[in-house]
């Protein structure tokens, strides 16, 4: 019984942080495109601020789903991350960015219901980081000089 109310949980942590990324994300290109439309600097420059805002929002995502494994990790019956890992929130942060980019080095290895999160990290980074490209290219085609 225990490990369906941990599957339950885990789930629904899974689809809130999910949700939280995604609005996040699609607020900050929201207001990216707002801002890039009013700005007045050479379009290379609009690019530049293009790209660093969704690095941010990237980095920030990452920290939203770091958090929730060093929580599970120093807490009973979530699982933990093994290997090279000293159970510091850098350590977590470090390997959710190696999941959000499905870069995943092997160094540190998710065990128990704690792995499930890891998952969706890795589907979730593949949707948000081809969204950004999206925006990109579409911010691109908008302010690149025509040849």
């Known amino acids: 019984m225990e490990s369906h109310v941990n599957l339950i ?25 707002g801002l890039l439309s009013k700005m007045r600097q050479s379009q290379h420059f609009r690019l530049i601020v293009a790209v660093l805002g969704c690095l941010t929002a990237h980095a920030l995502e990452v920290w939203l789903f770091a958090v929730p494994y060093y929580l599970m990790h120093n807490a009973d019956g979530w699982g933990e991350l093994l290997g090279n890992f000293n159970g510091s929130l850098l350590d977590c942060v470090y390997f959710s960015f190696t999941t959000f980019t499905t ?13 499930y999160l890891t998952g969706i990290e890795g589907l979730t980074g593949l949707v948000l980081i081809t969204w950004s490209a999206s925006f990109l290219f579409v911010e691109m085609q908008r302010y ?4």
């Open 9 to 33: 949980l885990v789930t629904l942590i899974n689809v809130a942080i999910v949700c939280l990324v995604v609005v996040l994300h699609n607020a900050v290109l929201i207001r990216l495109s």
């Open 103 to 115: 870069l995943g080095y092997g160094d540190i290895q998710a065990l128990g219901p704690l792995r």
């Open 144 to 147: 690149w000089p025509a040849r």
